[in-house]
């Protein structure tokens, strides 16, 4: 089976823009998750979705969003960007909710 | 908020040795993962543990489930170059929500 896959690998972005990143979990995998990872706050729970509902909220501001449509592949938006930000966005997913496969990542830049 | 405390953070080995590390929660956990992430890629999965004192292994790799669901272990038997990147505990300390440990880098010295 093909493994996750995520699009863009990478991107640049101004302070105050929106972006949107995708995510592709395996074939049949109805789970996705989100993380954030950043050198000095590590890997961090953003959202999880399960047949087009979010399951499961970490704690991050509302400018950050998602969705999960009927093919189970998902977006996550991140709307008014800030400097801090920046960080390499990960996405996992599992056909149960504890086995995760995770995606080589976005790496977002907010300039 | 809860977080997993990995030890050691960092460590350089010589090839060939066997590395220990380990991962303590302060609230009890139901599941421990063990995944590995090298430069430029996701976190790789290398072992689910799910009952309490289980001891599963893959490979070189043996990572036990703490009798007191508060902690797990990682061991690596004989490294190699390959081994190289950063480890981390992980796991749901509730239904699905996910927490992951601080990590530990390995660095092996050929």
């Known amino acids: 089976k093909a493994g996750v896959t995520q699009t863009p690998r990478y991107l640049i972005k101004t302070r105050g823009q929106q972006v949107t990143l995708s995510c592709s979990p395996i074939s049949g995998h109805r789970s996705v998750s989100w993380y954030q990872q950043t050198p000095g706050q590590g890997l961090q729970f953003l959202f999880e979705?399960?047949?087009?509902?979010?399951?499961n909220k970490g704690n991050f501001p509302g400018r950050f969003s998602g969705r999960q449509f009927s093919n189970s592949r998902s977006e996550m938006n991140v709307s008014t960007l800030e400097l801090g930000d920046s960080a390499l966005y990960l996405c996992?997913?599992?056909?149960?909710?504890?086995?995760?496969?995770f995606g080589p990542g976005t790496r977002l830049t907010v300039t | 908020g809860q977080q997993l405390n990995q030890s050691p953070q960092s460590m350089f080995i010589q090839e060939g040795e066997d590395v220990s590390m380990n991962c303590t929660s302060s609230?009890?956990?139901?599941?421990w993962l063990w995944y590995k992430q090298e430069p430029g890629e996701g976190p790789v999965l290398l072992i689910a543990?799910?009952?309490?004192?289980e001891l599963t292994s893959n490979g070189r790799l043996t990572a036990q489930f703490g009798i007191t669901r508060k902690d797990s272990f990682l061991n690596i038997s004989a490294s190699i170059p390959s081994d190289v990147g950063i480890y981390f505990c992980a796991g749901p300390p509730g239904t699905y929500k996910y927490i992951f440990g601080t990590g530990t880098r390995l660095k092996v010295l050929a």
């Open positions: 609230s009890i956990f139901n599941t």
């Open positions: 543990l799910y009952k309490a004192g």
């Open positions: 979705y399960f047949s087009e509902t979010q399951r």
């Open positions: 996992a997913s599992s056909e149960s909710s504890y086995e995760q496969y």
